[in-house]
């Protein structure tokens, strides 16, 4: 398995406080993404990285925030927590890019009542 | 924009069955597509990866092809095993751009 830790597992929070979700990987992959997971929505792409303080956003970004300010670790920013970003989040790595397998790591359950 | 489609939502098959999942999309510039397996309350799984230039690739029981110019992409399960048992997704790429999902096929094998 690839050696992607995200942190925590589950969290419950409530509206408009601020909550980080952490993605460790040990496999020094050049790049890192965050994904949500919704019911009738599948996985839809934050942000993702393809280095060190290079971020991009993808199709949901709004109301999120990343850094990576180490290659190993990408952190995931919800500003204000609203119960529309209840959700399974997923951290995936990959070497070169979406050309090679991409590994993902066990989800981040996230409640915000 | 890119939009992957799978179909069906989900299938119950009796074990032994061959099964096929289907996946298309809309953009036929791609440069890959990728198949993942997700158990329940697990992250994803990649399975095969078909590069643009490629028709198909196997792995075990599982082999997937790839019709880019009609953009679609099937995956064929044989002897279908309880343990099979999951959602499977189709993902593809157009080289740099971040891979777009499909919704996915929850797949049940009745033993």
């Known amino acids: 398995d690839a050696g992607i830790t995200q942190s925590p597992r589950h969290k419950v929070t409530e509206t408009g406080t601020p909550v980080t979700l952490r993605c460790h990987q040990t496999?020094?992959?050049?790049?890192m993404y965050w994904y949500r997971q919704d019911p009738g929505h599948g996985l839809r792409l934050i942000h993702y990285s393809y280095g060190v303080k290079d971020t991009d956003k993808g199709e949901v970004s709004d109301g999120y925030s990343v850094s990576r300010s180490k290659t190993e670790d990408f952190l995931l920013t919800l500003e204000s927590a609203t119960s529309s970003q209840t959700s399974v989040y997923f951290c995936?790595?990959?070497?070169?890019?979406?050309?090679?397998?991409?590994?993902f790591g066990e989800g981040s359950w996230l409640t915000v009542v | 924009k890119q939009e992957v489609t799978q179909i069906p939502a989900a299938l119950s098959v009796p074990e032994g069955e061959n099964l096929v999942l289907n996946c298309s999309f809309t953009?036929?510039?791609?440069?890959?597509l990728q198949w993942f397996r997700q158990d329940p309350g697990k992250g994803l799984t990649s399975l095969l990866l078909?590069?643009?230039?490629?028709r198909e690739q196997t792995s075990g029981r599982l082999n997937a092809s790839l019709d880019k110019s009609s953009g679609r992409s099937t995956l064929y399960i044989a002897a279908s095993q309880p343990g099979d048992s999951a959602t499977y997704l189709c993902a593809v790429t157009s080289g740099n751009t971040p891979l777009v999902f499909g919704k996915g096929t929850r797949l049940s094998v009745i033993a």
């Open positions: 496999e020094n992959h050049r790049y």
């Open positions: 078909i590069q643009s230039s490629q």
């Open positions: 953009d036929s510039a791609i440069y890959n």
């Open positions: 995936a790595i990959s070497d070169y890019g979406s050309g090679n397998t991409i590994y």
